[in-house]
């Protein structure tokens, strides 16, 4: 069983996890960042889960969209505002 120091740690890890990936602490505090991650295995699965899907969102954003969606959006948009709908503006009236 953790001790409560280190269950203080672990909570303390989210917080500060996007910072360290940021590379923007300390280098005390991140070393300790790093052994505590070393040594907890629910802290590393969550610093590479979330490293993960900070990647995948990075990615996404440099991707364009598919043509296909694109045109189902502009679609959907046009509908939309040829209709008397509360909260879309209809610029075609």
């Keep these: ?3 409560s120091l280190f269950m203080k740690d672990c909570e303390n890890i ?3 996890l996007m910072d360290y990936l940021d590379g923007v602490v ?3 505090e ?3 960042f790093r052994l505590h991650v070393l040594l907890c295995t629910r802290c590393r699965r969550y610093m590479n889960r979330y490293s993960e899907s ?3 969102a990075r990615n996404i954003m440099n991707d364009p969209p598919p043509p296909e969606l694109i ?3 502009m679609e959907f948009v046009r509908k939309q505002s040829s209709e008397d709908v509360p909260g ?3 610029h075609t009236a």
């Design 30 to 32: 991140a070393m300790m």
């Design 26 to 28: 300390p280098l005390g």
């Design 14 to 16: 989210r917080n500060f």
């Design 88 to 90: 879309i503006i209809n």
């Design 1 to 3: 069983m953790q001790s």
């Design 71 to 73: 045109n189902l959006t």
């Design 54 to 56: 900070a990647e995948l």
